[in-house]
């Protein structure tokens, strides 16, 4: 069953470069392979992430693919040396405190790549 198995994100980009160089270098992640068209990235366990060029990149502002980890704010503030951008969020329904917003059961942020895809990190309770 496909549940057994680790699964792969692809997300688009239109600058392949710009979208390399911020997965390599800001957010940390190891290269595995990369061809004119994607570069795919190690991230925990057997999972990778894949940036594919793309003519049109994401139009959809929703979270593509998330991280879970154990400890959020250092995460975060990790990325933040490294020069990425934690979304702010101040809607009613939803409303970040340095970064975080606390649904009960987990902890939650999100940064966007060059290309606009929407990342996010869990911490779960």
């Given at each position: 069953m496909l549940g057994d198995y680790?699964?792969?994100?692809?997300?688009?980009?239109?600058?392949?470069?710009?979208?390399?160089?911020?997965?390599a270098h800001q957010v940390g992640l190891a290269?595995?392979?990369?061809?004119d068209n994607a570069v795919t990235f190690q991230c925990g366990g057997d999972t990778r992430l894949?940036?594919?060029?793309?003519?049109?990149?994401?139009?959809?502002e929703q979270t593509q693919a998330s991280w879970r980890v154990e400890d959020l704010a250092s995460e975060l503030a990790e990325l933040r040396s490294?020069?990425?951008?934690?979304?702010?969020?101040?809607?009613?329904?939803?409303?970040t405190e340095d970064g975080i917003v606390d649904t009960g059961d987990a902890l939650h942020a999100w940064f966007a790549d060059p290309a606009k895809n929407t990342l996010g990190i869990d911490q779960y309770k």
């Open positions: 680790p699964i792969q994100v692809v997300l688009l980009a239109i600058d392949l470069q710009a979208s390399k160089d911020f997965y290269i595995v392979s990369e061809n894949t940036v594919s060029a793309s003519t049109t990149g994401t139009s959809d490294r020069g990425v951008e934690i979304v702010e969020i101040d809607a009613p329904e939803l409303k």
